[in-house]
């Protein structure tokens, strides 16, 4: 009997559409192999619906997603909505879709595949082995604290943001981070700056409340500032690494620039588990860069982070290990034949963004 999944695609702005049109072929290479019997639904979110709708993300359109298996976005954004009003933006659809979809982490690999470590701006022999995860929270801290804003007093202008934490929300995250590096190396890097911040203190004692529910694991504490440094002195020496909200902004887009180009690297953002016996999760994936408005329709996008991202959602979602392991070893196939587009080309011919996709969907 077929196995059945409902995913949602969301090209959204700029090189989505192209890119999400690569990991739609591979999502065909695995129906076919392994008879899996795909349903897709295309919404729309950002830019392109706030031209469609007047709203970034409507809600009938969140409902959709919310009852889906999975979702599969490109990117949304772009100079032509600038100069609306803030609750208008196109990431507003991104932020609502989250938030109603009830995803509490960001899951972000990076892994240096070898015949690409020497187009890192880190030195090859530093980058060379990396395969880490970051896992971020999502729902909490800074963003999300009250008060925020800004005010005029006595003295001039002042302003004040609210990191805050509760022990749920810190607990459900360090507990998914240790489940994920137990199928993995078995390690797991705990950031924080507890010497300074009340809402470290928090984080680093619930830490070590769990971690003997994973004897198996081993785990050890970071500052993170000294996590900044020791990303770009030693990548390969972290496994899984998980931090709170904003800790997770920075650092996540200091890790992209391991692997050479930001084109290769995909995401996965997703809540709880189905059930006690049940490890899939309902998710929202995406390569982590943005809409590259300025590439759209050239056919020069890298649609790798798109298509890792659609092996992502095998795994998490639907529960298809070897689907996922075969358009992973599909993508790195494709690039060690020589077969790369334009920000990973160095001295050979570039291929188009379709034609990249072709290559990997004959290689599933």
């Known amino acids: 009997m077929a196995t059945k999944a409902n995913i949602v695609l969301m090209p959204g702005d700029g090189v989505g559409p192209e890119i999400v049109a690569q990991a739609v072929k591979a999502m065909n290479a695995v129906a076919a192999k392994y008879d899996v019997a795909f349903k897709t639904t295309e919404v729309a979110i950002g830019g392109a619906a706030i031209d469609a709708h007047g709203v970034p993300l409507r ?111 810190i607990a459900r995250v360090v507990r998914l981070a240790f489940e994920l590096a137990r199928t993995r190396r078995k390690q797991l890097a705990s950031v924080d700056k507890m010497n300074v911040l009340a809402t470290s203190r928090l984080w680093r004692s619930i830490v070590e409340e769990i971690a003997p529910n994973y004897p198996d694991v081993t785990l050890e504490h970071v500052l993170v500032d000294a996590m900044a440094m020791r990303l770009v002195r030693q990548p390969s020496r972290f496994d899984v690494v998980v931090m709170e909200n904003m800790f997770g902004d920075i650092l996540t887009d200091e890790a992209s620039v391991l692997a050479g180009s930001i084109g290769l690297l995909p995401s996965a953002s997703v809540g709880a ?64 034949a020589g077969i790369r587009t334009y920000d990973i080309a160095g001295d050979l011919t570039p291929v188009s963004t379709d034609a990249f996709g072709d290559e990997v969907a004959k290689r599933i």
């Open 59 to 169: 809600p009938e359109d969140l409902a959709i997603c919310k009852k889906a298996d999975a979702v599969l976005l490109g990117a949304v954004g772009g100079p032509a909505w600038d100069n609306i009003e803030v609750a208008l933006r196109p990431e507003r659809g991104l932020l609502a879709l989250r938030k109603g979809m009830g995803l509490f982490a960001n899951l972000r690999p990076v892994a240096v595949n070898d015949v690409l470590a020497h187009t890192s701006p880190i030195k090859t022999e530093i980058v060379s082995g990396t395969d880490l995860v970051v896992v971020r929270e999502l729902t909490g801290g800074i963003y999300f604290g009250k008060p925020s804003g800004q005010r005029t007093t006595s003295k001039g202008r002042a302003a004040v943001d609210t990191m805050r934490y509760r022990e749920d929300e």
């Open 273 to 336: 588990t189905r059930g006690a016996t049940d490890n899939r999760r309902r998710g929202l994936y995406e390569p982590i860069h943005g809409s590259a408005p300025s590439m759209a329709g050239q056919g020069k996008a890298n649609p790798v982070g798109t298509i890792l991202s659609f092996a992502m959602l095998l795994r998490s979602s639907l529960g298809l290990d070897d689907a996922a392991r075969d358009i992973e070893n599909a993508v790195e196939a494709t690039i060690e």
